[in-house]
């Protein structure tokens, strides 16, 4: 049997990078997958190429920082397919604005603060209830490197993803009385489009990157352990996916 066979999978910031691979991996693996992203096109796109290839998939427009998008996301998805066993909180994001907080536009701190953040935040609020009802589920939220170690240059999202990393923890301390499961992921570089515009060549985090740059593939088989009932007694763990990066 497929590893998230029938699993009812929500899945954001799914147009590209990560979350792409992820829903490709997870839909592979027998998940019914809800793609999520502000960029139609390319979400569209990512869904059609899933059910091209035989597994099912749908996309919906959705601003991970509005109450109502992600409300009707995951309300959707429960009332087209039944339920939630997965949430995958994987939006987010820096900008080549970030810096250091002395220096960042204030909107840039807020722009990210609104995705990571205040979007893992509605992630869970709306997922958990559906989850409860259901008899349980996996949430897996996106932390990063830079909540793990503290870097220098990259200050907003070093905090949102700090945040992150703590929010998980306070609600897999909560919620495993309703057999709901969170945990999340750390990655450091990971080869996607966008990391590969702003990545600088000198980066100390592509050199820390001990058994080199990781390929989006490679957290999405992370997330999809997480997701799978492989996981079961697994939460309020922070994986780190970082080539090593987090030892030094």
């Keep these: 049997m497929a590893r998230l066979e029938n699993k009812v999978t929500v899945i954001t910031g799914a147009a590209s990078g990560i979350g792409r691979a992820s829903a490709s991996?997870?839909?592979?693996?027998?998940?019914?997958?809800?793609?999520?992203?502000?960029?139609?096109?390319?979400?569209?796109?990512?869904?059609?190429?899933?059910?091209?290839a035989g597994g099912r998939a749908e996309f919906v427009v959705t601003d991970v920082s509005s109450e109502t998008d992600v409300r009707s996301l995951v309300d959707g998805a429960v009332e087209r397919h039944g339920r939630l066993d997965v949430l995958y909180n994987n939006a987010g994001g820096a900008t080549s604005k970030d810096g250091k907080v002395t220096e960042m536009p204030l909107d840039e701190f807020w722009r990210t603060m609104s995705v990571d953040l205040f979007g893992t935040f509605l992630g869970?609020?709306?997922?958990?209830?559906?989850?409860?009802?259901?008899?349980?589920?996996?949430?897996?939220?996106?932390?990063?490197?830079?909540?793990?170690?503290?870097?220098?240059?990259?200050?907003?999202?070093?905090?949102?993803?700090?945040?992150?990393?703590?929010?998980?923890?306070?609600?897999?301390?909560?919620?495993?009385?309703?057999?709901?499961?969170?945990?999340?992921?750390?990655?450091?570089?990971?080869?996607?489009?966008?990391?590969?515009a702003m990545l600088k060549p000198d980066d100390p985090l592509v050199k820390k990157s001990l058994m080199g740059v990781l390929e989006p593939d490679d957290i999405a088989y992370m997330a999809l352990y997480l997701a799978s009932d492989e996981s079961r007694r697994i939460t309020g763990a922070i994986l780190p996916a970082e080539s090593g990066a987090s030892a030094f």
């Design 124 to 196: 869970c609020r709306f997922a958990i209830p559906h989850m409860q009802r259901g008899g349980g589920g996996s949430i897996i939220n996106t932390t990063s490197i830079r909540a793990l170690t503290g870097t220098a240059g990259a200050d907003a999202y070093s905090a949102a993803k700090g945040g992150v990393l703590t929010l998980t923890r306070s609600l897999a301390m909560q919620w495993h009385v309703a057999k709901i499961r969170v945990n999340a992921i750390g990655p450091g570089v990971v080869a996607t489009d966008r990391v590969k």
């Design 25 to 52: 991996l997870f839909a592979r693996e027998g998940a019914v997958v809800v793609l999520a992203d502000l960029k139609r096109e390319a979400g569209e796109a990512a869904a059609a190429e899933i059910v091209a």
